[in-house]
């Protein structure tokens, strides 16, 4: 089965607003037609109509502020009434353990690891975000699949074997990215750690010896992979070279034009 | 990262994988042995081993037996009542890819004949009959090369049965499909379960162009039906000493 892709309308791009409207559209016809609001696989024993709440995604480089925007949004939301559960990637208890050991040892190979981290999503999926959803509770993960597929295809699966991999993952509701320029992540990982991440500078792939050239290039092959998916999964992007409290009020203005419409929706 | 050019210039063929993760081409041959618990492959993939290793053939044997690494998760995961047919069934890929990179892949590229006791087709029908979507799961096991030959031992569900009480193994929990709620009683949902996957096995014997083999019969007739099967792939072949992996 060749995986669903979707084109974005020309023009849409730019103007967010129209843009989720559209993406929201999209899916609803999909659950209308299909049954089902994931990337075209079931997922088996998931009635995916029973799923009430929200999904949100933030993606965006380490050190694109994700975990702060997260943290603010969650604050924002949980004053406005919502129930807000915060995830993201590499926090379930059934492999992370297992996961951080194959990382040390440097052992398996890509398509390996490329699994290894499928079973750590669709542990936390299943366990996680869609209890959640299914409570109608807004879910706010902290990266999502994209991250992953961009990892993996950067390490030489192809797109079509990763969109096809997390087929059965649920289409978020909205899918923010923050786009920050590799000079800015550069710095924000000197302040923070003092010194750049082994992973984060793709030193596993032996491109260059040299982390500091090592971090550029993995940075500008993730960036080719994340363009591809915003053009074909209608990522909303936020501009994130900018103070966190900026970012926010961007944030949170495509959050709530998402609820508002939501809310519309159950009124009709 | 560049693949080293291949030692033994027999006939080659490109390794399929996620889109190209290793683009070259491998020389050995690919023996699959397919079927259910009991049903005899085991004891026939090592009777071809035997043979091969005899005449002189550079063999290699796998099995499907999960890692260290995943059993200790599957275990954890079954005390929670965490797994859920989707991430039992990428587990096992994940297991299984692991098993690849390592022992199917290499062995093929350095030209041995791979004796492999289950292979993808097991993951097909187990997670078919658990409800994951069959094309899904396909696709997950998209870097696995094709084999050469696959050899499916059919056998009706209760003489494979019979075959597993002799041998006084215990049946395992997830060997007997508990997690699909079949049945209350362990042996009754072993049966069920099997029979689920019989009819997978049925349905892929025809789509994935098995040579079916009726296992009822004696051991001697079978191993002899296996090795003028495999006499033909072996053309040109070459021989030199043997490596034995995985018993």
Same mark, same amino acid.
């Given at each position: ?10 023009? %849409?791009?730019?103007?967010?607003? &129209? ?8 899916? +609803? ?9 994931? /990337? ?6 998931? %009635? ?6 929200? @999904? ?19 604050? /924002? ?24 050991? %194959? ?13 290894? /981290? ?32 961009? +990892? ?35 710095? &924000?990982?000197?302040?923070? /750690? ?47 070279? &900018? ?15 998402? @609820?508002?419409? %939501? &809310? ?5 | ?5 291949? $030692? ?5 063929? $490109? =390794? ?38 005899? *005449? ?6 796998? #099995? ?20 859920? $047919? ?31 006791? *289950? ?21 997950? !096991?998209?870097?696995? =090369? ?10 009706? =569900? ?14 395992? !929990? !997830? ?12 042996? #009754? ?24 083999? #009726? ?14 099967? =495999? ?6 072949? $070459? ?9």
């Amino acid at each position: 089965m060749a995986p669903r892709k979707e084109e974005t309308p020309s023009g %849409a791009k730019k103007r967010d607003g &129209r843009l989720f409207a559209w993406h929201r559209r999209e899916s +609803r016809n999909k659950v209308e037609k299909l049954g089902f609001n994931n /990337y075209g696989t079931r997922l088996p024993g998931i %009635a995916p109509e029973s799923l009430r709440g929200h @999904l949100i995604v933030i993606e965006g480089a380490d050190g694109s502020g994700r975990t702060t925007e997260c943290a603010m949004l969650k604050e /924002y939301l949980e004053v406005q009434g919502h129930a807000v559960l915060e995830t993201g990637l590499r926090r379930s208890n059934l492999v992370s353990e297992q996961i951080d050991q %194959a990382k040390q040892g440097h052992v398996l190979g890509a398509t390996t690891m490329a699994l290894f /981290y499928a079973v750590d999503f669709a542990d936390q999926l299943e366990n996680k975000i869609v209890p959640a959803l299914a409570a109608g509770s807004i879910v706010l993960s902290d990266r999502y699949i994209f991250t992953l597929m961009a +990892r993996a295809v950067v390490r030489g699966a192809s797109r079509q074997w990763a969109q096809h991999l997390y087929g059965f993952a649920i289409r978020p509701d909205m899918t923010i990215l923050l786009e920050t320029r590799p000079e800015i992540l550069l710095h &924000r990982a000197f302040g923070r /750690y003092g010194s750049l991440d082994y992973w984060e500078s793709g030193m596993d792939l032996g491109i260059s010896r040299d982390r500091f050239e090592s971090f550029f290039r993995y940075q500008s092959l993730l960036k080719t992979e994340f363009d591809w998916m915003t053009k074909t999964y209608g990522f909303v992007k936020v501009n994130a070279n &900018r103070t966190p409290m900026e970012v926010h009020r961007d944030v949170r203005s495509s959050v709530q034009r998402l @609820l508002e419409g %939501a &809310r519309l929706e159950t009124f009709r | 990262m560049p693949a080293p050019r291949d $030692p033994v210039p027999t006939p080659a063929r $490109p =390794v399929p994988s996620p889109g190209g993760l290793r683009s070259s081409h491998y020389p050995g041959r690919l023996i699959v042995f397919e079927g259910l618990d009991g049903s005899g492959k085991s004891t026939q993939a090592h009777l071809l081993l035997k043979w091969l290793s005899s *005449r002189g053939y550079r063999a290699f044997f796998t #099995e499907w037996n999960s890692s260290d690494l995943v059993s200790s998760i599957i275990r954890r995961g079954k005390k929670k009542n965490l797994l859920t $047919p989707t991430t039992f069934s990428l587990l096992h890929a994940t297991d299984f890819a692991d098993r690849f990179e390592r022992h199917i892949l290499p062995p093929l590229r350095a030209g041995y004949v791979v004796i492999c006791d *289950r292979y993808v087709y097991t993951a097909y029908a187990r997670d078919a009959a658990r409800g994951c979507d069959p094309d899904w799961v396909r696709n997950l !096991y998209a870097f696995a =090369v094709p084999p050469d030959k696959t050899f499916y031992f059919r056998v009706p =569900v209760e003489t494979a049965h019979k075959r597993k009480e002799a041998s006084r193994l215990r049946i395992k !929990y !997830y060997e007997a499909g508990m997690d699909m709620n079949l049945s209350h009683d362990l042996t #009754e949902s072993y049966l069920r379960f099997q029979g689920l996957l019989k009819r997978q096995y049925d349905v892929l014997a025809r789509t994935e162009g098995f040579q079916i083999i #009726e296992a009822e019969q004696d051991i001697e007739a079978l191993q002899r039906e296996v090795r003028s099967a =495999v006499r033909p792939l072996l053309g040109g072949f $070459p021989k030199e000493e043997v490596l034995v992996h995985g018993t």
